[in-house]
Every structure is written in C-alpha cells, then in structure tokens.
C-alpha cells in the first residue's frame, strides 16, 4: 500500500498500568459480547446480531478523549465505546439484542431497534431536557449506511454556535462555550454514498468541530474497496480537505492502523484536542481494521474473503496485537492476562443470562396467568383437550414470546366460541388488558408527550384594528420571523439564499444584517445535510428554522427526514427529540421541477412530524409560532404564488398561532362540502362562487394541516350537512387525496352520511406540463372543480342540473 500510516507514538502518553489492563479488559469484554452474541443469534434466541468486533482499540482510544457533553453519531460497530464510556452496560447490550422491550432494560431504544443501536436518553420521562453536559450524548443509531453523517453537521456545527453567539451563553445544560466535540463513525464501503461527501464538506465549510473515524477493514458486506472508491483509499482520496500548515481552513487527516493501540491513542488526542480548541474538524481513517466474525449473523466471510485474508486477519486481529504489545512492553504477562480473560469470560457469560432472565421472566409469568385461566376453564369446556394442548404449547416454549400468547388466546377464544363458561370473560378481559400495554410498548412516542406537544399550544388569535397595514404575504413572513428571532435566542434559520438574499422570496430579507451571519445563514446547495444541520441542531437544544428552497427538492432531503428525523422520537421510545421546523414553499409556479405536489409521498414518509399546507402566509406565521411553541418537528409548506399577493397583518404576529391538525370553513354552503387546501384553496373557492350561479351551495373546508388531520372532525360535520363531498388538491391521483378520503370517509365515519359517492379530483398522474396552460390541463382548474360538484348533482337531480356543457 501507498498510505503513510501514523507510525508508533514517538512520545510516552501517561498511560499507567490499571489504565491499559483496563482498556485491555474492555476490549477482551466487548469481543467475548460479539461472540456470545453471535451464539445467541444462532441458537435461535435473538433474530439478527451485528457487533463491533475488530473495531475494538480505535474505539478504547476514542473513548479516551470523548468528554460528557460531546456527542456521537455513529453506526452499529461502535459497541466498544459505549461500553468503555460506560453509557451501555453489557446487559442493556445483550437486553437489545434480545429485543426486551423496555427502556430501564435497553435505554437506548426500548426494544424498538436491533442491537448495536445506542442512543443516550437526553429527555426526561416527562419530555424535558436533561442536562447533555452531564452526559455522553449518542444520537440514535440507524441502519440505513451513511445516514449518521446529515446529523452530523449539525451537532458539530451546534459547538460553533454556543461558542460564537452570546445569547446562547445562558443554555448552560447544552454546551459549555461550544467545546464539545461531535464524533462521526462510519464504515470505509459507506464512504461511497453520497451523502458523505456532501456532510464532509459542510463541515468543513462550517468549520465545525467533528472527529470523524472511518473504520476501514476494506469491505462492504462482500464488495471490496476496489469497487468502493478510487484509489481504494479514504485518506489518499480526502487529501484535497487537508488544511495547509498554520490555517484554518480545512480538515486534519490522519491514517493509523487499527491494531496499533499507541498510536490510535496518540491520534486521538491530538485530533480531538485540536478540534476541541480550535475547532478545526479532523479526519481518522482507521486502517487496517479486521472483522473476525464477518459482517453480521446473516452470513459467514468465508464466502467471500480469501484465505490468505483470513490469516491476515487472524494475525492482524487488534486485540491479539494489543495482548502481545502489552506483553512485549512489560505490562502484564501472559499469565495475568489469561486469567483477566477467564474471569472476563464469565462475567460476560453470566450478565448475558442475567440479560435474558430479566427478559424472559415477564413474559413466562404472563404465559403462567394465562396457563392459569385455561386451566380454570378446560374442566368445563368441550375443547378441553385443545385448550390444554394450547396451554403446553406456551409453556414449553424456549423462546417465550408474546406473539405466541396473543395467538394462543385467539386460539383458545375460538375454540370457545359457542360455550357459556363463566371464566371464560376473565381471558377475554386478560386479552383486552394487553392492547393499551402493547400499544404502549410498540407504538407510542410518535409525537411529543410533553407539555409542549404541538397539539397542546393554545390558540391565540390574530388580532386586527383600523391600524393593521395590508402588506404583501412576503412582508408578512418577514415580521414573524423577525418577531421568532428577537424573542428566541434559540432559533437559527439557514437554507440555500436565506442569509444574504434573505430567501428567493424575501421572507428573511433583511434578518441576518439585524441578527447576524449565524442566526440567519446561507448554506450550500445541500438538501440532506441542511435537514442533517437541523436535526443536529435541535438534538443539542437550537430550535433551527431549515429552508428547503423548493417543495419538488424535498425529495432530496425525505431519506433523511424519513428515517431520521421523524422517527427519532418513536424509535428511542421518547429518550430524544429533534424539534426541527422546516420550510419550503411550493404547489403552484411553473415547470415540472417548480409545481410539483408530492404531498401524498411526503405524509407517508414523514409520519412523526407535522406536514402543515398553509393557504396564505397570515395561516402560515401562525403555524410558524405554534411549531416554534411546540417540541414536534413540523414541515410548512407555503404557497409559492402567494408571496406577492396582499394580507392585513396582525398586530400580534409575534404570538398568534394556528392549531395544527384544525380544519377551517372558509365558506359555508348546504349542498356539497368541497375539501382541500394549500392553493387549491383559490381555486376551489372560485369554483363554489360559480357553482352559486347554478344555485348550488357549496361548502368549501380547508384541511390545513395533513398530519394531524382534522382532529377535531370539522370535515365531518360538514359532510352531515351536505352529504356530498369531494376531496381536491394536486397530487397525483390516488395520493393525497385518497389519504383525506380515507380519514374522513373511514375513520371519521363519514361513509354513514353519504348521500352520493364520495369524489376525488387530483392533478394528472404525471407532472405538471409548463406554462400557464400545461399547468391548466395538468392540475385541477376552477372549471374542473365546477364540473366534478355539478355532475354529483346532477346524479341526485338531472332535471333541476342539466349537464349544459356536453
Ligand atoms: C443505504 C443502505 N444500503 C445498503 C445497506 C445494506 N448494508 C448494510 S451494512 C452494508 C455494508 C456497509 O459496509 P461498511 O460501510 O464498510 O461498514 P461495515 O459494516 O463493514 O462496518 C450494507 C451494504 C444498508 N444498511 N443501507
């Protein structure tokens, strides 16, 4: 190889003796986790295992510098750190893998992700803030490769600002003068996602302090760096990052090997320190790295590696390496460490049964109650036999899992179907206890619990008087974020022209000379990482304000969102929160990449947010102050031809709010309920005025919000009134306007009120064509609505609703 690794330390850290007997015994530890984790996984009683070994030393080294307060964002190999921090204790590991749902057994994710996914629990049960200084913060793993790096930028980035921003200096829980430094890990095949590139370089950019390590063992899953990358090198290829001597701008590269404990030492000293003080980011390609088990349970390495790899693995293995630098340095001899091994060994073997134990006990005592009842009811039943074939069945079970009793009762109820028994009420009232608990235990956490959830903000109205300027919808945007600016230091806008433009459509303009090249910035033309900035961010208390200029450039950013983002709070069962606003603008301009409505996409994806579609902007700076109120992340999209038209401003732009989830009359009619939003809103309300000239009434209801949706049943009432309705926006056909139809029609009930089918009426299936009158024939125009309510009373009166037109 051409790489010029970091050669052995040239000077003596002060690593004593305990200091190296420990980190050997973590590393020994972590190792023996692997291999009885694997076991676990073979013998059936855990479903997938990925585990870090051969990633061992790096991480021992990396643990040495990581300080509470400092963040990481990693991937699943870095269980050796969390254990050599202490923030994963080897039960709560071997808790995870067994899947035990419960967050005193697996903080990290409450039995929600597969092992190896750790996050620190920043919140209280009550959805507050804990003190991040106290702790040593991971954000929560993920399995998509490469995604740990959007987030990334943002907790680093996040140190900049507490450093720089005076008004920060009081958020004491948070940061200490933006000295902590935010720790990437990724693997070497992962390097050739995009999104790392993208997240290096904005770090870069933002001069932000991150220490990124690259495990590099030199595969993918199977795929070596050959196919990965050119040059088949990190380092070699992330040279044009590297600062020049006595500057600032830039990254320190380092490339060590993963084996060499005193070096991996040395290097992360001195990136860290560097990074910490001057927040110069840094970059350790950890080469030379070995995976003694292969890549996970799913398969075995030697498919794939050849067998002069797999010597050299075994030779190149780093704890092997560390046990014979250890003895070749005098540090302990063989002999003590075969017995540090042994006792390490069964301290590893005896939490994993204290782990399945505590995982297993409660779910054997409900298959006892259970037992139990059946017993009680069998010597009566016809079925006893069944039911007691059941019964055994539960209790022999030597991987006891609740699925199976659930079955189990569905069984044993069936069987009992036509029997009169007493007891048998007491199963059914078992069963019935179980749905809340597991809905609890799987299901909750979606949104905030906390007192700032977005659907506990009062509302508070606009208020007008004789003195309130009619203003364009842009200017009106510009006072509200003005106002969020001046009362919440915490609140930091930035996206693609927001700084010195003050966003395409004026909405910041004038805000970063008033509050600041940090509090107002520009970024990059950068989707997933300015979502990625945002999230950092709001996971080390900033409340961000992230621009996406263009809904249709959503999609760069929906992985991100999707996976991430929307599912943080869900998937560590309430321990972390990412209140992020994100603001776009879209609907209705012209062109395919600048009309687009892909609204239906985005509510799918993006359940655990609120998608909020705004017809005006007075709608959208209330939504605004209410997501700014609330710990939700929320996405508003705004209607992009609505910046120039014409708005009374209220006195209090500062603090009204819009609820989420709340529909709106906008006109009330007894005939059809016309429902939609966003700009379709014009339209729609154009088409219910011509409609008026045929004498028919319509009401016209919009949505505002698509997750949550309609709380409170608005749309329902209406439809009771009318018993006809159509749903309309621009989607594709089948997108968004079904999901409405769905939530009204179904889950509200509505089927009952219904006097005529129900309607949809959406965009074409295509995108939009350009010009005015591509986008005539491609998105429902006036004529169209008009035409869809008119034939629906046609239906019910052709005499009194003759179709004039064809
Ligand atoms: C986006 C995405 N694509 C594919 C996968 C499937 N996958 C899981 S791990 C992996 C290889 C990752 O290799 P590397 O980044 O070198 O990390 P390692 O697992 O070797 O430590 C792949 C392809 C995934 N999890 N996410």
Known sequence: MVL??????????????????????????????????????????????????????????MAKVFRKGDFRS???????????????????????????????????????????????????????????????????????????????????????????????????????????????????????????????NAVGVLMAPMVLSIWDDGYGISVTNEHQMVKQNMSELLKGFQRAPGTYDGYDIYSVRGWDYPALVETYVQATETARRDHVPALIHVVEVTQPQGHSTSG???????????????????LRKFREWIVAQGVAAA??????????????????????????????????????????????????????????????????LRRDIAVGLREALLLLKDERIPAKQVLIDWKKRQDPIQEERYSSHLYSRSAESALNVPEIKPVYSERSPVVHGFELLNACFDAMLARDPRVIAFGEDVGRLGDVNQGFAGLQAKYGELRV????????T???????????????????????????????????????????????????????RGHRLEGIWHSGSPMAGLIHLLRGMHVLVPRNMTQAAGFYNTLLRSDDPGLVVEVLNGYRLKETLPD??????????????????????????????RIVMEAAELLRRVSIDAEVVDVQSLLPFDVHGGILESLKKTSRIVFIDEDVPGGATAYMLQEVIEKQGGYAWLDSPPRTLSAKPHRPAYGSDGDYWSKPNVEQVFETAYEIMHEVDPAHYPLFYR
């Open 300 to 318: 075995s390495h030697e498919r794939y590696k050849s067998k002069e790899r797999l010597e050299w693995e075994q030779e190149f293995d780093c």
């Open 74 to 200: 990693g991937y699943y190999r870095d269980q050796t750190l969390m254990f050599a921090l202490g923030a994963v204790s080897l039960q709560e590991f071997f808790a995870q893998l067994y899947a035990h749902a419960d967050v005193e057994a697996d903080p990290s994710t409450g039995g929600r992700s597969m092992n190896a996914h750790f996050a620190s629990r920043s919140l209280n049960p009550d959805g507050s803030w804990r003190n991040l200084m106290e702790l040593y913060n991971s954000s929560a793993d993920m399995s998509p490769t490469g995604s740990q790096m959007p987030r990334l930028v943002g907790l680093a980035y996040a140190s900049r600002l507490y450093r720089h921003l005076h008004e920060l200096q009081p958020l004491t829980q948070f940061s200490h003068h933006g000295d902590e430094v935010a720790f990437g890990a990724i693997g070497n095949a992962s390097c050739a996602e995009g999104v790392f590139w993208e997240a290096v």
């Open 335 to 400: 002999a003590e460490l075969d017995q540090l091994e042994r006792e390490d060994k069964l301290l590893v073997e005896n939490t994993r049964k204290a782990a399945w134990e505590a995982y297993t006990q409660p779910i054997r005592e409900e298959i006892q109650e259970v037992a139990d009842i059946l017993d009680e009811i069998a010597p009566g039943a016809a079925h006893a036999a069944a039911l007691a074939q059941i019964k055994d069945r539960l209790l022999s079970a030597q991987t006891p």
């Open 652 to 681: 209090n732009i500062e603090e009204f709010t819009i609820p989420v989830g709340v529909s709106e009359v906008l006109r009330e009619g007894n005939d059809i309920t016309l429902v939609t939003y966003g700009a379709c809103c």
């Open 530 to 584: 300015i979502i990625g900035q945002a999230i950092g961010l709001a996971l080390r208390g900033l409340r961000p304000i992230a621009e996406i200029q263009y809904l249709d450039y959503v999609l760069y950013a929906l992985q991100i969102m999707s996976d991430d983002l929307v599912t943080l709070h869900w998937r560590t069962k309430g321990g972390q929160k990412a209140p992020v606003i994100v603001r776009t």
């Open 4 to 61: 010029k690794h970091r050669e052995k330390t040239t000077f003596h850290l002060p690593l004593d003796r305990e200091e190296i007997l420990r980190d050997y015994r973590i590393a020994f530890q972590s190792r023996q986790v692997s291999v009885i984790g694997r076991r676990e996984v073979l013998s059936g009683k855990a479903k997938f295992g990925i585990f870090g070994d051969g990633k061992e030393l790096a991480q021992i080294a």
């Open 521 to 528: 910035s520009d970024t990059g033309i950068r989707e997933t």
